[in-house]
């Protein structure tokens, strides 16, 4: 913002008999040893701020610690003119184009999360910001310099550790839903990963693992906090996950963040955006090579079909989706792919044909998804829906309500809100059979140990 003459830097700069030039030279070699490759300040970006520009965040703090350690003294951004300011509404929500820029992005998000700021809370899903996300990650060319010349070392054990901190948290919330686990990740970003990244020192090839490793960190914290069906600050999640991932050049990671997307989008009754996000991660998961990848993008396009009453579309879609999953090769495949089995693919099989309105096909594939690993409670639970919904499409009231039964026996165990979301769902469905002994007895049954059932 611009204002008046900044008095305040003029004076610092003449009590520490800084020429501009060389207050600029040093505030780039600070930046580069705190990991900012890339800073290319001059004596006319000083004269700038001396008539009242102020410069982007880090650079008030660089110059903070700059004059502190000439002057003997601590110096603030206040005392430089250069006020801290107020985080930005959408933070979050832009996909930056600066390597450098995503990084103050994304630790800045990490840090107001922690710190549980209203204006993240309260974020509402912005169908733009999405779109314009998955453009920038198509488009974008590859990122050059994502080497850290901090005075942190950076290695395989620090990227190792934050990958098996992600398979455990991951583990818990598929158990246990992302309300119990969510604030553990965060603060693990905040505290262990954020000075990787600002003050790290590490090579090109480090780099682009690290990033790989904060991109799967930060995509579970979103995916928690679409579980809680925190939509806005889920997405701004997700949009950095996937600026992450574009510095790491991952495309197969990259694939998944957008299959995540398009899948909250379907969950929030925007299927057209769905629609669009699935048709971006299965351009990366074709440049990736990963099978499992492309058919879980087109088994999303058709969801989004099936949800816009579009069957023939759904259809051709289903077929792209078996027809990729039968290249697969798991083992050739990432770990975060891993969930992606029959079982999963049975589910979204299932959901496409309960949406449509065909029961009998939606409790065959719905049985196959309960085949599946006993880890996944949540997944079981959602899974135990659909049959429920298949077999009162059915007109197996009787049947539905002992299935039903054990869906809400799960429920009672996760802290999720997208649970109770399904709980309500079994119950709208249900609602026309009220008077059914079946769904007394269910009512009954249910009534104390899922109060959103009854």
């Not at 995503?102 to 169908?127: K, N, P, Q």
């Not at 583990?171 to 954020?194: C, I, K, M, S, W």
């Not at 049959?387 to 007109?395: I, N």
């Not at 309500?424 to 002994?437: I, S």
Request: with cysteine; proline share 4%.
């Amino acid at each position: 913002m611009e204002r008046g003459p900044n008095r305040l830097l003029q004076r610092l700069i003449a009590e520490s008999k800084f020429s501009h030039k060389c207050l600029a030279r040093r505030l780039n070699d600070l930046g580069s040893a705190r990991g900012l490759a890339g800073l290319k300040y001059d004596h006319s970006s000083v004269l700038r701020w001396l008539g009242g520009q102020r410069p982007r965040d880090p650079v008030p703090r660089l110059l903070a610690e700059i004059f502190a350690l000439r002057l003997g003294r601590t110096v603030s951004s206040e005392d430089l003119g250069m006020p801290v300011t107020c985080t930005p509404l959408d933070l979050g929500q832009e996909f930056s184009h600066t390597w450098q820029e995503g990084v103050a992005t994304v630790t800045a998000l990490w840090r107001a999360d922690v710190e549980r700021r209203r204006f993240l809370l309260d974020s509402t899903f912005a169908i733009g910001a999405g779109a314009s996300g998955a453009v920038r990650w198509l488009t974008l060319p590859a990122e050059n310099r994502l080497s850290g010349m901090g005075g942190r070392g950076v290695g395989r054990a620090d990227i190792a550790a934050i990958r098996e901190v992600t398979r455990s948290f991951g583990e818990l919330d598929n158990r246990f839903g992302g309300g119990r686990v969510r604030p553990a990740v965060v603060q693990y970003l905040d505290t262990a990963v954020r000075p990787l990244l600002n003050e790290g020192s590490y090579s090109e090839a480090t780099g682009r693992e690290l990033a790989s490793a904060a991109a799967e960190l930060t995509r579970l914290a979103g995916w928690m906090a679409y579980d809680l069906e925190q939509h806005g600050l889920a997405q701004r999640y997700l949009i950095q996950a996937l600026r992450l991932a574009r510095g790491a050049g991952d495309h197969g990671l990259g694939g998944e963040i957008l299959a995540g997307m398009s899948h909250q989008a379907i969950y929030i009754g925007q299927p057209a955006h769905a629609l669009d996000l699935a048709r971006a991660a299965q351009l990366s998961a074709r440049r990736s090579g990963i099978d499992s990848l492309l058919a879980e993008a087109h088994v999303l396009e058709a969801h989004a079909h099936a949800v816009l009453g579009d069957g023939p579309s759904c259809g051709s879609s289903l077929r792209e989706a078996e027809t990729a999953f039968g290249r697969r090769s798991p083992r050739d495949e990432p770990g975060w792919i891993a969930y992606f089995d029959e079982a999963y693919l049975s589910a979204k099989f299932a959901q496409c044909f309960r949406d449509l309105g065909d029961g009998p096909q939606t409790v065959r594939h719905a049985q196959r998804s309960l085949e599946m690993d006993d880890r996944f409670v949540r997944g079981k639970m959602f899974n135990l829906s659909l049959l429920t919904a298949g077999l009162v499409q059915c007109g197996k009231i009787e049947e539905a309500c002992g299935v039903a039964t054990e869906a809400l026996e799960l429920a009672a165990g996760l802290n999720s809100v997208r649970i109770q979301s399904h709980v309500t769902d079994l119950r709208r469905r249900l609602h026309p059979y009220a008077d059914t002994a079946a769904v007394c007895a269910l009512r009954s049954r249910a009534g104390e140990q899922t109060p959103a059932y009854a």
